[in-house]
């Protein structure tokens, strides 16, 4: 595989970062209400504001990630880390242009913003709801099969990386498996998809994190301030 850029390293950073901050600020912005599904968010005013930012930047990060390029040898890749990020970074930006459905987000402040009028591209229709979830469901698949089949190539089997990518993909893909059971049995259960929801990202964020080498970075700059302090005395 051909060697990576330096930005590239660093979009990993930022998708990281992104992905694990959303299920912690949304909340945290919204005096902590926690509402039927992240996606929910986007009818409050402030959380809107994050929603909206960091979704539309973590789908334009993903379009922007070029990866290594496909791997025709041993690994037999039947697709490019840079077509999967396009196809998940767009999945992203669908679902912002195409909210989830304006009820049944748990909120009573919500309900009554919904009976006045819809925020933005704010809807109460099945086929626009359906499109976000398809558009969701296809970005955290992939998510997970970026961590699961991409993060781990080339990586020694026996060592935590290689583990730590693997468990987080199978840790995505049974959050998905999930919810489809979830809707197709109709249950009914207070916040679950939420929940599941905070189950994909921080998987998602831990693994773009550890691949663009966080850690590293992070030893080096305290490395780096040792050093210097031990200069100075």
């Known amino acids: 595989m051909s060697n990576l850029k330096h930005s590239d390293f660093r ?6 970062i992104l992905g694990i901050s959303i299920p912690i600020v949304l909340p945290f912005l919204s005096n ?3 509402l039927s599904s992240i996606s929910h968010y986007y009818y409050l005013t402030a959380p809107s ?11 334009l990060f993903l379009i922007s990630y070029k990866g290594y390029i496909r791997d025709k040898g ?6 490019s880390d840079d077509w999967l990020t396009n196809i998940a970074g767009i999945s992203v930006l669908v679902l912002v242009l195409v909210p989830t459905a304006c009820d049944e987000s748990g909120s009573g402040t919500i309900d009554d913003i919904c009976k006045k009028f819809m925020p933005l591209f704010g809807h109460v229709d099945k086929t626009k709801d359906n499109i976000h979830l398809i558009a ?6 992939l998510m997970g099969w970026m961590s699961f089949f991409k993060f781990s190539i080339n990586q020694d089997k026996k060592g935590w990386r290689y ?3 693997k468990t987080n ?37 831990i693994s ?3 691949k663009g080498e966080t850690m590293e970075a992070l030893s080096y700059m305290i490395n780096l301030t040792k050093s210097k302090l031990t200069e100075g005395e």
């Not at 504001?49 to 789908?59: K, T």
């Not at 041993?74 to 697709?79: D, F």
């Not at 959050?175 to 059971?181: G, K, M, R």
């Open 74 to 79: 041993p690994t037999r890749e039947y697709i």
């Open 136 to 141: 969701a469901g296809l970005f955290v698949l």
């Open 163 to 165: 583990k730590l990518y």
């Open 49 to 59: 504001l994050y929603f909206i930012i960091v979704m539309s930047s973590l789908g």
């Open 11 to 16: 979009i990993r950073k930022l998708i990281g």
């Open 208 to 210: 773009w994190l550890v």
């Open 32 to 34: 902590w209400e926690v």
């Open 169 to 205: 993909g199978v840790i995505i893909w049974i959050a998905v498996l999930s919810l489809i059971i979830y809707f197709v049995i109709g249950f009914k259960i207070d916040n679950f998809v939420f929940w599941m929801e905070v189950i994909v990202l921080v998987p998602f964020g």
